[in-house]
């Protein structure tokens, strides 16, 4: 044994024990949220593992992280990312951040989504670099900060600076690739309306009744006209309000009510012309109702995921799967990931990954152990890839 050698249980185990709960917009970030302590965790073991390692603060105190092995062939380079937070663990039956080990089973908050499929990617790294002694081709683990709540870290880690011919994004996809997903676009609605005494409750204009109309809006005609929106592997967009607030007590005619409303869109559909269309409708009926006004922000947006199956890219992540695993299997998701942001800035990502995502965000959070060895495999077998494919792009 050297002294880089850890077990998949023991360095899953250090990962989850690592709180990184997305802080939100919690200031200032306290345990157990945040991702730097990760982060810093992650920089040290790379960097003893021989990486060239960066750490840079994307929002305060919120860093991504890189770690480069250079690669024999040094003009080319895969990128291995896995986002550094996970949800919140307030309402878990588990202990969240003290892993436990049962039936085959890695307990905790992250276990699944997505230190899991984080720890496979490390050792996949680490086995390349015990077994071959040095990288096909320039190596990149990243982790970015944010996933769950924006994906901002993902949207500032691809520049001039740093563009990688391929990225392969860990998400728990079951060992199957996924090479498509819907994006989301998050809308807050709010309805303005006029207070009063309730005892007189014509002098008011009523916020909740006019978000009312809103939702008829949205229950009657604009769900109903997605079922014509469908994508050949993705079936229809979705849209569904998630959250409402409004009004103050009972005695006021309340002059505020807010909703949230998650919309899932499919490729080729543009958050842009997707809120003018939203617009409309809310516009049309403005123009139909007395005193009605209304503000619409959009406040999340993931983009969709199309990767063709038969590309070099899917092919290099097919080829490595198969040889680890006896075949590979490709897959779609209705769920968005940072793998959509990176594509749309023009890097080739799809996504791999051990562990369901049916345990992923649930209050008894655990991977199977032995989906995370299998995984390892992968990783490494999709990095020895890299050094073997002939099919780079020639734009790469
Ligand atoms: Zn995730």
């Not at 982060?39 to 890189?66: E, F, K």
């Not at 500032?156 to 994006?183: M, N, Q, W, Y």
């Not at 490595?320 to 800035?345: E, K």
């Amino acid at each position: 044994m050297n002294t880089t050698s850890i077990s998949v249980t023991e360095l899953l185990a250090e990962l989850v024990a690592c709180p990184s709960v997305n802080p939100a917009d919690r200031w200032p970030i306290e345990p157990p949220f945040g991702e730097a302590r990760l982060a810093a965790l992650l920089a040290t073991r790379l960097r003893s593992w021989g990486a060239a390692v960066t750490v840079r603060d994307v929002l305060p105190g919120r860093p991504n992280l890189v770690a480069r092995f250079d690669g024999i062939n040094a003009r080319r380079s895969i990128m291995l990312e896995s986002h550094s937070d996970t949800v919140q663990a307030a309402d878990m039956t588990i202990p969240p951040f003290t892993p436990t080990v049962r039936d085959g089973r890695l307990y905790g908050r992250g276990a699944c989504d997505t230190k899991g499929p984080m720890a496979a990617m490390l050792l996949g790294i680490r086995k390349v670099l015990d077994e071959d002694g040095r990288m096909p081709v320039t190596v990149y683990f990243a982790s970015a900060c944010d996933e769950e709540l924006g994906a901002r870290g993902a949207r500032s880690l691809i520049g001039p600076d740093f563009r990688p011919d391929l990225a392969v994004v860990g998400e728990p996809t079951d060992l199957a690739i996924c090479h498509a997903h819907k994006g989301t676009l998050r809308w807050r609605i709010r309805t303005q309306g006029v207070a009063a005494h309730s005892s007189a409750p014509e002098r008011g204009v009523n916020a909740i009744y006019q978000m009312n109309r809103v939702l008829q809006c949205i229950e009657a005609e604009m769900i109903p006209a997605l079922r014509d929106r469908r994508h050949p592997l993705l079936g229809a967009a979705t849209m569904s309000v998630g959250t409402i607030t409004g009004g103050t007590q009972a005695n006021v005619v309340p002059a505020e009510c807010t909703i949230e409303v998650d919309r899932r869109l499919l490729p080729g559909e543009s958050r842009e012309a997707l809120t003018a269309e939203a617009r409309a409708k809310l516009d049309a009926l403005a123009a139909a109702t007395p005193a009605f006004t209304y503000a619409l922000d959009a406040t999340q947006y993931y983009e969709p995921l199309e990767m063709p199956t038969d590309g070099w890219a899917a092919q290099v992540v097919s080829a490595g799967c198969a040889r680890a695993l006896g075949a590979a299997r490709f897959v779609t998701a209705p769920w968005a990931s940072n793998a959509g942001v990176f594509a749309t800035q023009g890097l080739p990502s799809l996504l791999f990954g051990p562990g369901s995502i049916q345990q992923a965000h649930t209050k008894d959070e655990f991977i199977e152990v032995r989906a995370v060895e299998q995984a390892v495999g992968v990783y490494a077998e999709i990095i020895r890839e890299c050094g073997r494919t002939t099919s780079w792009p020639a734009s790469a």
